[in-house]
């Protein structure tokens, strides 16, 4: 996949999320029992976190630095959910929602300034581990929101909501 094809999935995979979002209210967004005890703010929370942690991965290699981010982390998954789940509990959905645009501009950005060449040489970078760049990328950004919008469109469906 290209840096037009990535921008491209980007693009359609905020769109279809937010589409599974539209029309819900501030008390849905934050009703538990979404995804277990999460609620749609949680899962937004989330997803903001592990496109931070793929911001700060694009930062760093792009500065010829070895990436530092929870994405190359020896700490498990459910560790970071639990621990970022816990620490914004009593985040406001105002900043929630702030935090889950902002992320997505900046990824915006670093795929950007990427070049071309980045996305499918997986030795572009030492630490690809021989998995392309666009791979990284799309496990924690459309993929990713693909995965926790299935979760949503199920939990509305039975809701009726």
């Known amino acids: 996949m290209n840096k037009t094809d990535v921008i491209a999935k980007l693009e359609e995979g905020r769109e279809q999320f937010l589409d599974a979002i539209e029309g819900l209210s501030e008390d849905d967004l934050q009703q538990p029992g979404v995804m277990g005890e999460?609620?749609?703010?949680d899962i937004l929370v989330h997803l903001a976190r592990w496109e931070t942690e793929l911001v700060m991965l694009l930062w760093q290699a792009s500065r010829g630095?070895?990436?530092?981010?929870?994405?190359?982390?020896?700490?498990s998954v459910d560790e970071l959910n639990d621990r970022w789940y816990q620490e914004s509990r009593t985040r406001p959905l105002s900043l929630v929602l702030e935090d889950f645009h902002g992320v997505r501009t900046q990824l915006m950005r670093r795929i950007e300034d990427l070049p071309e060449k980045a996305f499918n040489d997986t030795h572009y970078y030492r630490w690809?581990?021989?998995?392309p760049l666009w791979e990284w990328i799309a496990n924690d950004s459309f993929?990713?929101?693909?995965?926790?919008?299935?979760?949503i469109r199920a939990w509305r469906a039975e809701r009726g909501v």
């Open 65 to 75: 630095q070895k990436p530092t981010s929870a994405l190359v982390s020896s700490t």
């Open 38 to 41: 999460w609620s749609v703010k």
């Open 128 to 131: 690809l581990d021989n998995q």
């Open 143 to 151: 993929e990713h929101e693909a995965e926790h919008e299935a979760h």
